[in-house]
T-cell receptor
């Protein structure tokens, strides 16, 4: 089954404690992206990757890091989480190129930073 | 910069009534246009998309949307609402110049009243 898998789905942590949210897709998609969803703001892009070893900032990259060492994986790293990073996070992937296709989303990771 | 607006953060309709969710974009060059739906505790999934060709696009679950260039709009409709349509709906655009950049609107929460 084609899917994007995120872990963990729910996480409560404390300020400053490093954490990683994993994302994996099995569709051989070149493009992967992280979004955060906050009430009234829709989805805002954090980072995206056009392919292995190619990453770039989205609209709200501050406080986040990513890496793309393998095509299927795109982890999101919060080196020193702060309460304003409490949010619902989504990983998504799609084919890249002119004939742009739909984004496939994971089920989301709800993060609470105390 | 490209932007997406959705009129009405919350819309309520009676079961069996017409659903109309509004979306306007800012680009002078028609972008790719998408509607995504998010059911509770799930990720987003594609309802329908417009790239080229026929301006009336049909999607899943009886939804359709019409691209109107003169109005820079891509409103989503369904003739008869069902209880299962209750969800959050997001309009999104992808610029034809940088097609991998997807910008989401703030979302509209649809409630269906029995």
């Amino acid at each position: 089954e084609a899917q994007v898998t995120q872990n963990p789905r729910y996480l409560i942590t404390v300020t400053g404690k490093k954490l990683t949210v994993t994302c994996s897709q099995n569709m051989n998609h070149e493009y992967m992206s992280w979004y955060r969803q906050d009430p009234g703001l829709g989805l805002r892009q954090i980072y995206y990757s056009m392919n292995v070893e190619v990453t770039d900032k989205g609209d709200v990259p501050e406080g986040y890091k990513v890496s793309r060492k393998e095509k299927r994986n795109f982890p999101l790293i919060l080196e020193s989480p702060s309460p304003n990073q409490t949010s619902l996070y989504f990983c998504a992937s799609k084919t890249s190129g002119v004939n742009t296709g739909e984004l496939f989303f994971g089920e989301g990771s709800r993060l609470t930073v105390l | 910069a490209q932007s997406v607006t959705q009129l009405g953060s919350h819309v309520s309709v009676s079961e069996g009534a017409l659903v109309l969710l509004r979306c306007n974009y800012s680009s002078s060059v028609p972008p790719y246009l998408f509607w995504y739906v998010q059911y509770p505790n799930q990720g987003l999934q594609l309802l329908l998309k417009y790239t080229t060709g026929a301006t009336l696009v049909k999607g899943i679950n009886g939804f359709e949307a019409e691209f109107k260039k003169s109005e820079t709009s891509f409103h989503l409709t369904k003739p008869s609402a069902h209880m299962s349509d209750a969800a959050e709906y997001f309009c999104a655009v992808s610029d034809r110049a940088s097609y991998d950049k997807v910008i989401f609107g703030p979302g509209t929460s649809l409630s269906v009243i029995p």
